[in-house]
C-alpha cells in the first residue's frame, strides 16, 4: 500500500479502505485506525465511525500532540460524520 498524508489516512477509514502515513504511525484497516499501536477510532455494526477522544480536554485523557492532532483530523472528516466519545 502506498502511504499517503494524514488527511487522506483519515477519510480512508471514513470510506472503509485500508491506508498508512509515511511513517506507518498513522494507519487503518478500514475498520479501526490507529496512532502508532493506540486505536483511536473503530466502526461500529452500522457502519458508524466512532473516535476515541485522546486530547487534553477529551474523555480519554492526552496522549501525546501527534495523538491530537490525529483525533482532529478523525473529528472533522470533510463529507462524513464521526461520533467523538
Known sequence: MKPVVN???AEAWA?????????GTFHTDGKRIYSYELQLG????????IVKDYTARGSYGFRTMTTSQHVGLLRYIHGHDTIVV
Not at 42 to 49: I, L
Open 7 to 9: 488527511s487522506l489516512v
Open 15 to 23: 470510506l472503509g479502505n485500508p491506508a498508512k502515513n509515511h511513517k
Open 42 to 49: 473503530d466502526t461500529s455494526e452500522d457502519g458508524k465511525k
